[in-house]
């Protein structure tokens, strides 16, 4: 029960260091630990390295365009208030509850590998019992106070790290042949791997383009530290410092770690063409620590990869909550989601957000999981539509920024390759949107319902959008009337 006394803002409690492994916590998962075997049987470790590497700077530009706006503007439900002020109204209102639904249904898939994963340990246990209980531990961890999930963000987030450099320094001590166990494997780690058959790049243009859609869902997360600019510390010092910094360490971990399985293991690996992303043992991260003579590699990386799916869980109910109590303080939810507890906590945001990711998760255990499959299809597409929101309100910001006579060089943090970055973002963004299932429209007959599983996030979206826009005819915001005043103040205050 909230009471009168709540406070009515989200209380600044997020330092830098928080910030920067929440941005870790939400894009290094299963995408890295799992998949990205499969890129490398898929498409070579040349093709893999340089999907990472094409996909990453579209991100860093991503990144340096949410940094500018949210150390000059922080708050809660970026993406929602960004664009109801710089595009239009409808544009904020189908972007925050684009970005709400994308979480709300990660939450549910979350909760469905870990039971898979726990299997592992205790297969007798139904998987019902253990979503049930990791769901009751990250509502709790998001409960009480957001500097308790930051706490956990953090800590989730330093376990995958360690794991990730400790694989590093095997993986060079292996490739130099000063840790290697003969019984292990037949081949001599280095580049005589990596060129093997048809390697370094393998299946041509349509397996790169495979690749590529899976590096850009690997990379989703990055933008929470968007989302928690409401509740950090001196946002104005916090964001950019954080910003700088994760990038460059998201990077570094993807690429090394690319490299390395590519220089130990054949594209054409028996185990690593299982793909099977229930199996750890197809995890390249497992793979390599056994070719290391490592006894208990896969249980070792089961626990790796059951916290990175708790983390991304905890993530995402942190995320959905923040956005639904920030729609609601707009006005495009009901009222009581913005309503606070003592402690600054969005609690009726979060009852709902909870009872939402428990109902999709129980479809999967109906006899035909139907439901369950069009709900995960559905969000797939979501978070690359929260990506290309972001390059759109950074170009429609900055363009108002200067337009209205303002200094670039009082922005608490400025972007740079303006306008390219954001262009560029939003060019190739869209590109791995609408290729995602291109391979459907070949071979003279359309395979519908891939089309539609695939693709239904953009017809919701633009559903959201013009239904907002024709009840509510509201327009483009004229770049004029950004309203910048209040906050350039603020951040001008700030730098002096």
Not at 65 to 73: I, K, N, Q, R, V
Not at 223 to 252: C, D, H, K, Y
Not at 277 to 290: H, K
Not at 317 to 341: G, I, W
Request: net charge positive; charged share 10%; with cysteine.
């Amino acid at each position: 029960m909230e009471t009168k006394q709540a406070p009515q803002e989200l209380r600044r409690a997020l330092q830098t260091r928080h910030l920067s492994m929440i941005a870790i916590g939400g894009s290094i998962g299963t995408g890295l630990f799992l998949a990205s075997g499969a890129t490398i049987a898929s498409a070579g470790a040349g093709g893999a390295l340089l999907a990472y590497g094409l996909v990453g700077l579209m991100v860093y530009f991503l990144m340096t365009s949410l940094g500018e706006m949210a150390a000059f503007m922080p708050v809660s439900g970026t993406f929602q208030v960004y664009g109801s002020r710089f595009v239009d109204p409808a544009f904020g209102f189908a972007q925050g509850w684009n970005y709400w639904y994308n979480w709300a249904i990660t939450i549910a898939v979350e909760l469905a590998a870990a039971a898979i994963i726990m299997q592992y340990w205790l297969p007798a246990v139904p998987g019902v019992v253990w979503s049930a209980a990791f769901l009751l531990i990250i509502f709790g961890l998001n409960y009480f106070s957001v500097k308790g999930f930051g706490e956990a963000e953090f800590w989730c987030s330093m376990l995958k790290v360690f794991t990730i450099v400790i694989f590093i320094v095997l993986g060079f001590l292996m490739i130099f042949g000063i840790m290697t166990n003969p019984q292990a494997h037949q081949i001599t780690p280095g580049f005589n791997v990596m060129m093997q058959g048809d390697g370094p790049f393998v299946g041509g243009m349509t397996a790169f383009i495979g690749v590529a859609m899976v590096v850009g869902f690997s990379f989703q997360g990055t933008e929470l530290i968007g989302v928690a600019a409401g509740e950090s510390a001196n946002p104005g010092r916090t964001i950019p410092r954080a910003v700088r910094q994760i990038f460059w360490r998201i990077l570094m971990f993807y690429m090394l770690s690319i490299l390395i399985i590519g220089l130990i293991l054949p594209y054409n690996d028996p185990l690593l063409l299982k793909n099977e992303m229930q199996d750890v043992a197809a995890s390249p991260f497992t793979l390599v620590f056994n070719r290391a003579g490592l006894a208990m590699s896969a249980s070792l990386m089961n626990a790796v990869i059951l916290s990175a799916i708790l983390s991304a869980g905890n993530s995402g109910m942190y995320a959905s909550t923040r956005m639904l109590y920030t729609m609601a303080r707009s006005k495009m939810a009901p009222e009581l989601f913005a309503r606070l507890s003592n402690n600054g906590v969005p609690r009726n945001a979060l009852y709902a957000t909870t009872v939402i990711a428990a109902l999709c998760f129980l479809t999967s255990f109906f006899e035909s999981n139907a439901v369950y499959l069009w709900l995960l299809n559905s969000s797939g597409m979501t978070g690359f539509i929260a990506w290309l929101g972001v390059a759109i309100t950074h170009y429609r910001f900055r363009r108002a920024y200067v337009q209205q006579g303002y200094d670039l060089n009082d922005l608490p943090y400025r972007a740079k390759w303006f306008p390219l970055g954001p262009l560029f973002a939003f060019a190739l963004c869209l590109l791995i949107m609408l290729g995602q299932n291109y391979s459907a429209f070949l071979g003279g007959k359309v395979e519908w319902q891939g089309v539609v599983a695939t693709y239904i996030g953009i017809p919701l979206f633009l559903l959201l959008y013009i239904g907002y826009k024709f009840k509510h005819r509201t327009k483009m915001v004229p770049l004029q009337e950004v309203d910048l005043a209040e906050y350039y103040q603020k951040a001008k205050e700030l730098k002096g």
